[in-house]
């Protein structure tokens, strides 16, 4: 089996002074760095996604816009493929699946944001298609939601992600249990 690291979505729009902060964003991206330079330095695949918004009203990830570009702490080298997509679930109309499937990855390892909503959903589809999924659930971020007038913390939501997809999706573990 071949492992690739695919990050979502970590982009500026999400990052202080962006416009939909996220919490712990800098935590995840530090940790989200040490995975990008492992696989830089093993030599193994790294697929970088962007989202762009194209739906009428959105307000991040504008098309052309500085909040829309990949944090440049984890900006993609040459020769590193990054899939722009419009949908939460990094496979729908993109070539991502192709260019995994070129690379020969059956496995993969995810990083990246929302983690209940870009992160979940492209987690679920990869499983769908057949990768054996590793999250590293501290390398994703996400934020406080509100449903039916009740506030969901950031770390609540993170934790009920995590938990659903651990039970049937994918492995879920620390950046440094991955690399260690």
């Known amino acids: 089996m071949k492992t690739g690291l695919l990050l979502i979505d970590l982009q500026?729009?999400?990052f202080p002074g962006g416009k939909m902060e996220l919490t712990d964003i800098m935590q995840a991206?530090?940790?989200?760095?040490?995975l990008?330079?492992?696989f830089r330095n093993t030599n193994l695949p790294v697929c970088h996604v962007q989202h762009v918004s194209i739906r009428p009203g959105a307000t991040f990830f504008l098309p052309c816009t500085e909040g829309g570009k990949i944090y440049s702490a984890l900006e993609p080298l040459d020769g590193e493929k990054v899939f722009q997509k419009h949908f939460p679930n990094s496979f729908?109309?993109?070539?991502l699946l192709e260019a995994l499937r070129k690379q020969n990855?059956?496995?993969l390892v995810i990083a990246g944001a929302m983690s209940h909503m870009c992160v979940d959903a492209t987690v679920r589809a990869g499983c769908d298609l057949g990768f054996s999924c590793t999250v590293i659930e501290d390398a994703c971020a996400t934020k406080d939601l509100e449903f039916k007038g009740s506030?969901?913390?950031a770390a609540y939501v993170h934790r009920a992600?995590?938990?659903?997809l651990h039970a049937a999706y994918a492995q879920v573990m620390t950046a440094e249990e991955f690399l260690s």
């Open 161 to 164: 992600f995590m938990a659903a």
């Open 36 to 38: 990008l330079d492992h």
């Open 151 to 153: 506030l969901v913390p």
């Open 29 to 34: 991206a530090e940790k989200a760095r040490r």
């Open 105 to 107: 990855v059956d496995d």
């Open 92 to 95: 729908r109309e993109t070539l």
């Open 12 to 14: 500026n729009d999400y």
